[in-house]
C-alpha cells in the first residue's frame, strides 16, 4: 500500500500531466492484460532408504550440544544418514550462527548433489532474516524435500513463493517423533503417492475427546495448501514473501498465545485481504493459548476468537487438527492439493507431493 505522502506526489504529477494529455492519447490505452495462472509446483524426489539427509539450523542455536546424537538417532531410524551443516554448533545471540553462516549451511545442502533431503533441527526464531538473500535459483535447480515447522515456516512460506517448490511443514530432529509422527513422516518422505486423509490420533475415550475437531463452518473446498505458523505468517505481511492465499487452503496454527495476540494477527489477515481470499480455512490445535490473569485477556476464549472472525467468512473452516506445535503431529505437504470438507472434519490430501526417484 502507498504511503499518504507517496500518494499526494503521485496525485499532484497525475493532475499536472492531464494538462498536456489528449483524448486521443488516452484512447491508446490498453487495458491490463491478465495475470499469468500460477506455475504447477516443483516436487522433490522421494527418498529411499539410505539417502543422505542434511541437517541444518536457520533459526535458533542448540542450548544442549548432546541433543545432536538425539537427531542424528532420529535420521538413522529412518533408514537415512545424517549429515550435519558446518554451523549447526553456531551461535549469534539467540540465532544458529550468523546470518551469513545459516545462509551458507541452507544453500550447501541444496547444491550437494550428494544430499537428498534437508531437515531442519529446530525453529525459535531466525529464518525472516534470511529470506531476502536466499538463492531461489539455486533451490529450484535442486529440489529437494525441506521438512520443518515453526520459524521453519519463513523458509515454507518464501521458498513456496519464490522457488516453487513443495516443503513439508512436520517435526524437527531436535524435537520429539513418537511412533504415530514416526511412521506418518515414513510415508510422506518414502511413498510417492497422495498422503490421504490427515487424522488426529485414535482417541481412548470418544465421549471425552482428547484431540477434539470442530466445525466453524462447514463446507467443501478443494486447493493447494499454504501457510504454517500464524506468527510467521503474519511476520511476512508487507513484505516480497507475503503469503499467497487466493484460493488456497491455508493452515494455520501456533503456540504460547494469549487469544487476544491471536486475534491481533487473525485481524491483520483478515485486514490484508488474506482470509477472505482463501478457499477454506484449517486452524490447528494452539498448544498454550489461554488467556493469562489480565482483565483484557479474560475478555475472550480462543474459540470465541475464532467463531468471530473465521465463521463470518461463510466458508469451510476446521479447528483442531494436530499439526505444527503438538507431540503428536500431522506431515502437510505445502503446495499440492488437497481437499477440505469441514462439515464431515476431513482434510484429505489428493496429489503427491513427491515424485519417483
Not at 531442519?120 to 539455486?138: C, E, K, V
Not at 484431540?211 to 505468517?233: D, E, K, Q, S
Request: with cysteine; proline share 7%; hydrophobic share 45%.
Amino acid at each position: 500500500m502507498r504511503s499518504r505522502r507517496s500518494f499526494l506526489r503521485l496525485a499532484a504529477a497525475g493532475a499536472a500531466g492531464s494538462l498536456f494529455t489528449s483524448s486521443a492519447v488516452l484512447a491508446k490505452k490498453k487495458p491490463k492484460a491478465a495475470a499469468a495462472p500460477a506455475p504447477a509446483p516443483i516436487k522433490p524426489r522421494v527418498l529411499k532408504p539410505g539417502d543422505t539427509v542434511g541437517l541444518i539450523a536457520p533459526a535458533s542455536y542448540t542450548f544442549d550440544l548432546w541433543r545432536l546424537d538425539a537427531a542424528a538417532a532420529r535420521v538413522q531410524a529412518l533408514g537415512l544418514k545424517p549429515k550435519f551443516g558446518k554451523y549447526v554448533r553456531g551461535r549469534r545471540g539467540f540465532l544458529s550462527g550468523t546470518d551469513d553462516e545459516r545462509l551458507e549451511d541452507l544453500h550447501a545442502m541444496f547444491a550437494d548433489a550428494g544430499v537428498a533431503a534437508v531437515f531442519a533441527l529446530q525453529g525459535g526464531y531466525g529464518t525472516p532474516r534470511l529470506l531476502d538473500r536466499i538463492d531461489y535459483d539455486l533451490i529450484r535447480r535442486n529440489p529437494k524435500i525441506l521438512l520443518g515447522f515453526s520459524d521453519i515456516t519463513g523458509l515454507h512460506l518464501a521458498i513456496g513463493r519464490e522457488a516453487g517448490l513443495v516443503t513439508f511443514h512436520g517435526p524437527n530432529m531436535l524435537g520429539s517423533l513418537p511412533p504415530r509422527t514416526f511412521e506418518l513422516l515414513k510415508k510422506a518422505l518414502f511413498v510417492a503417492e497422495p498422503l490421504g486423509d490427515v487424522t488426529n490420533p485414535e482417541e481412548a475415550d470418544p465421549l471425552s475427546a482428547e484431540f477434539p475437531l470442530h466445525t466453524v463452518t462447514p463446507g467443501v473446498a478443494r486447493a493447494r495448501m499454504v501457510g504454517g505458523n500464524l506468527t510467521l505468517v503474519s511476520a511476512t505481511m508487507g513484505t516480497p514473501f507475503e503469503i499467497e492465499t487466493k484460493d488456497r487452503i491455508l493452515l494455520i496454527e501456533d503456540t504460547g498465545e494469549a487469544p487476544y495476540r491471536i486475534d491481533r494477527m487473525l485481524v491483520q489477515l483478515k485486514l490484508g485481504g488474506k482470509l477472505q481470499e482463501a478457499a477454506g480455512i484449517v486452524f490447528g490445535s494452539c498448544s498454550d493459548c489461554t488467556a493469562s490473569r489480565s482483565s483484557f485477556e479474560l475478555t475472550l476464549s480462543l474459540s470465541e476468537v475464532l467463531d468471530e472472525l473465521l465463521a463470518p467468512l461463510r466458508k469451510p473452516v476446521l479447528a483442531g487438527l494436530l499439526f505444527g506445535h503438538t507431540k503428536e503431529k500431522s506431515i502437510i505437504p505445502m503446495g499440492v492439493e488437497a481437499e477440505l470438507d469441514a462439515g464431515a472434519k476431513r482434510l484429505t490430501i489428493v496429489e503427491s507431493a513427491t515424485v519417483p526417484g
